[in-house]
């Protein structure tokens, strides 16, 4: 009993320690939009929602959502639904004299069959045609904006709007919960529920940090258990796997996995703290975060 009531205090202050309740795993429509919106910048301007049921209202930032005041009246309304993606002859004399002929991004110039007048902001997001949202690229440049606009201009996902970023003791709470998982899975067959953490860690009483550790544990198991993400190495996945006892039940340092499966550690350290961002949760980046999450 003072076994349990000792785990109960730690798994409550990490839960309070890191913010858990910031934890954000699912996105509405409308925030998925602002990814794309050329307005999203604007994010913070608009004012919280008091009203919990407003459908103007962001489920995951609170605020009322731009998309409802921008991106939908620009491709919803009757007036803009008309905007045309061509770009009329005096718009693209009026770009090419405003250029003088030279490629906006590489700053060549341009020969006569090679120019390309380009949506600035892509007319598929909401930019318009006129002049101003028209720039003159030569072929090969508007091949590789094409091909990498969401990368270079857009945000890779609603993280990047967050403003209280998780720090290396995110780990002291993870490292609790896949611990206990595994332990609990040793003795019983199955990973734990909320109603199991609530029973051995908090006297029968379920709440937020007891349901919120359960699906945790859950995304860890579904994330292990399932398809490798395409864009992580296949020995940095396994090596992930065996780092947080997926193999065996038992969690390792990240330099011994990183020298057991011959991977570089700066990898491994990217490759956890991507898993950490599927698990709900920004996480800082910088030299002081990345050195204290090793030594953590």
């Known amino acids: 009993m003072h076994q349990d009531e000792r785990q109960t205090n730690v798994f409550a202050e990490w839960f309070d320690t890191i913010n858990a309740k910031q934890r954000a ?90 120019i390309h007048f380009d949506h600035i902001i892509p007319w598929s997001k909401g930019g318009s045609s006129n002049e101003n949202n028209i720039q ?18 857009l945000v890779d996902g609603f993280f990047d709007h967050t403003k209280t970023p998780v720090d290396h003791k995110i780990l002291d709470y993870l490292k609790l919960l896949a611990q206990f998982a595994h332990d609990f899975r040793s003795q019983h067959n199955h990973y734990p529920n909320a109603d199991d953490i609530a029973n051995l860690m908090n006297g029968g009483e379920k709440g937020e940090p007891e349901e919120q550790g359960a699906v945790v544990i859950s ?23 065996a780092r947080w006892g997926f193999n065996d039940g038992t969690l390792y340092a990240l330099d011994y996995i990183a020298e057991r499966y011959d991977q570089r550690i700066d990898d491994l350290l990217d490759a956890e703290m991507s898993l950490v961002n599927r698990l709900g949760w920004v996480v800082s980046v910088n030299k002081s975060s990345r050195r204290k999450w090793l030594n953590s």
């Not at 579904?222 to 396994?238: C, Q, S, T, V």
């Open 25 to 114: 795993k699912s996105v509405c429509k409308p925030c998925w939009e602002i990814k794309y919106c050329p307005y999203g910048s604007l994010i913070e301007q608009f004012p919280f929602s008091v009203d919990d049921n407003d459908p103007r209202r962001c489920r995951v930032f609170g605020h009322l959502c731009p998309v409802f005041f921008v991106a939908e009246p620009l491709t919803e309304t009757k007036e803009l639904r008309n905007i045309s993606r061509s770009i009329s002859r005096p718009t693209q004399f009026r770009v090419l004299k405003r250029e003088n002929q030279i490629c906006r991004k590489c700053g060549q110039p341009v020969a006569d069959d090679d």
């Open 136 to 153: 003159l690229l030569c072929s090969n440049c508007n091949l590789r904006k094409s091909a990498n606009f969401e990368k270079d201009h």
């Open 219 to 241: 995304d860890f198991v579904e994330f292990f258990a399932g398809k490798r993400p395409e864009e992580m190495k296949a020995k940095l996945f396994r090596g992930l796997k």
